[in-house]
């Protein structure tokens, strides 16, 4: 069946999409400081405004959700002003807060930053980073249960800081055991992944690297070898991940898709010098998601992706590319990254996906 890229994403708003990862609030205390303190060389900020984001996990859900997505947002935070600041932080966003668990002795996670105009002084990080109490592992296996049946993707963002515990990960693999949805984990352990069998792993280089148990490489930067070291790994990053893909994402090098007997694919990005580049892994993921729950072929879906993420990189501060955006963007005539042709036959498009070898 033939679908046009603007049908694609117009697609995303039927796909129902399980977020399942640590919550965390992303604050900005905004100020000024024009001169430095009395009792130590740093600088006085006067605070004058403050502003609220979902971060980690729910940075994803809101990506998802801007992305036009139904979003069920499965996490735990702390019974605490944080958590408050969360909720009402993501039901700004339009994400529906119902899956947003709360353990009474948990500390919501917060990464605090003190800004003077638009430079950052210090950032404070807080929350419990241990394992989710066993009565709250078994609410998000119970929520699970629920909400996975009638979902077209899970997509987990594992920061490793105590909600998908081996039970949760357990109770994963058994539904997929059962009946297989399309799964897509971001995580800096993607071993303990291996044996879920997740349709895509998207680590990024350095994670990528340090899967392989490999430091020393992530201090190379030439995207030559960077394309060739991933290449020559393929097979140990699917093997160590179990996925059926593997996507590298590289920074300003856009990405490569790594699976099983086919030559690696990459897909570029339009690289772009930003001060802080921060939650465009979070839009990639949620475009891919989107994209193949939607069922484009792969390169189409990271296309998309990168497409999405290059809007976002565009932008101050951690934000998200919204459907309007993308569509915006592939009617443009000078789009002419995405290889519209392979789903529009009139559109002209020069496909940028290329193999490695
Ligand atoms: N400077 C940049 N210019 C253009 N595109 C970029 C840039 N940085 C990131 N991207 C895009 O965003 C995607 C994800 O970036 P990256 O590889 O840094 O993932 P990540 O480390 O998971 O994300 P993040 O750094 O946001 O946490 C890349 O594949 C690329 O398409
Ligand atoms: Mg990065």
Same mark, same amino acid.
Request: charge should be negative; aromatic fraction near 2%; proline fraction near 4%.
């Given at each position: 069946?033939?679908?046009?890229?603007?049908?694609?994403?117009?697609?995303? @708003?039927?796909?129902?999409?399980?977020?399942?990862?640590?919550?965390?609030?992303?604050?900005?205390?905004?100020?000024?400081?024009?001169? /430095?303190?009395?009792?130590?060389?740093?600088?006085?900020? @006067?605070?004058?405004?403050?502003?609220?984001?979902?971060?980690?996990?729910?940075?994803?859900?809101?990506?998802?959700?801007?992305?036009?997505?139904?979003?069920?947002?499965?996490?735990?935070?702390?019974?605490?002003?944080?958590?408050?600041?969360?909720?009402?932080?993501?039901?700004?966003?339009?994400?529906?807060?119902?899956? /947003?668990?709360?353990?009474?002795?948990?500390?919501?996670?917060?990464?605090?930053?003190?800004?003077?105009?638009?430079?950052?002084?210090?950032?404070?990080?807080?929350?419990?980073?241990? +394992?989710?109490?066993?009565?709250?592992?078994?609410?998000?296996?119970?929520?699970?249960?629920?909400?996975?049946?009638?979902?077209?993707?899970?997509?987990?963002?594992?920061?490793?800081?105590?909600?998908? @515990?081996?039970?949760?990960?357990?109770?994963? +693999?058994?539904?997929?055991?059962?009946?297989?949805?399309?799964?897509?984990?971001?995580?800096?352990?993607?071993?303990?992944?291996?044996?879920?069998?997740?349709?895509?792993?998207?680590?990024?280089?350095?994670?990528?690297?340090?899967?392989?148990?490999?430091?020393? @490489?992530?201090?190379?930067?030439?995207?030559?070898?960077?394309?060739?070291?991933?290449?020559?790994?393929?097979?140990?990053?699917?093997?160590?991940?179990?996925?059926?893909?593997?996507?590298?994402?590289?920074?300003?090098?856009? +990405?490569?898709?790594?699976?099983?007997?086919?030559?690696?694919?990459?897909?570029?990005?339009?690289?772009?010098?930003?001060?802080?580049?921060?939650?465009?892994?979070?839009?990639?993921?949620?475009?891919?998601?989107?994209?193949?729950?939607?069922?484009?072929?792969?390169?189409?879906?990271?296309?998309?992706?990168?497409?999405?993420?290059?809007?976002?990189?565009?932008?101050?501060?951690?934000?998200?590319?919204?459907?309007?955006?993308?569509?915006?963007?592939?009617?443009?005539?000078?789009?002419?990254?995405?290889?519209?042709?392979?789903?529009?036959?009139?559109?002209?498009?020069?496909?940028?996906?290329?193999?490695? +070898?």
């Amino acid at each position: 069946m033939e679908m046009t890229l603007p049908a694609l994403v117009h697609s995303f @708003t039927d796909r129902r999409v399980v977020v399942l990862g640590e919550a965390m609030l992303d604050s900005y205390l905004m100020g000024s400081a024009d001169r /430095l303190c009395q009792e130590a060389p740093v600088p006085v900020v @006067t605070l004058s405004d403050r502003r609220d984001v979902p971060g980690g996990a729910a940075n994803v859900a809101v990506n998802l959700r801007a992305l036009g997505a139904q979003v069920s947002f499965l996490s735990v935070v702390g019974e605490d002003e944080n958590g408050d600041r969360l909720r009402q932080a993501l039901a700004h966003c339009g994400v529906k807060i119902d899956d /947003l668990l709360v353990q009474t002795d948990r500390q919501t996670l917060v990464k605090q930053r003190i800004m003077a105009a638009s430079q950052m002084v210090v950032r404070l990080d807080q929350g419990s980073i241990e +394992a989710i109490a066993l009565e709250m592992e078994q609410q998000l296996i119970d929520r699970l249960h629920k909400l996975v049946p009638s979902c077209d993707a899970i997509v987990i963002s594992d920061y490793s800081y105590g909600l998908l @515990t081996p039970r949760v990960l357990d109770a994963i +693999a058994a539904l997929q055991a059962t009946a297989p949805k399309l799964l897509v984990v971001d995580s800096k352990r993607l071993a303990s992944y291996r044996s879920l069998g997740a349709t895509v792993v998207k680590p990024n280089y350095e994670e990528a690297c340090r899967l392989l148990a490999d430091p020393a @490489t992530t201090l190379t930067t030439a995207v030559e070898t960077r394309l060739e070291f991933m290449a020559r790994h393929r097979e140990q990053l699917l093997n160590l991940t179990g996925a059926d893909m593997v996507i590298v994402t590289l920074d300003t090098e856009g +990405a490569v898709i790594l699976q099983r007997q086919q030559a690696p694919q990459r897909i570029q990005a339009k690289p772009t010098t930003c001060r802080q580049a921060t939650g465009a892994g979070d839009t990639f993921i949620s475009a891919l998601t989107l994209a193949l729950a939607s069922h484009a072929p792969v390169t189409i879906a990271a296309e998309l992706a990168v497409t999405a993420a290059a809007v976002v990189i565009a932008k101050e501060g951690t934000e998200t590319c919204s459907a309007e955006e993308l569509q915006t963007i592939l009617n443009t005539p000078m789009m002419h990254r995405i290889p519209t042709s392979v789903w529009n036959n009139d559109a002209e498009g020069n496909p940028s996906t290329q193999e490695v +070898a």
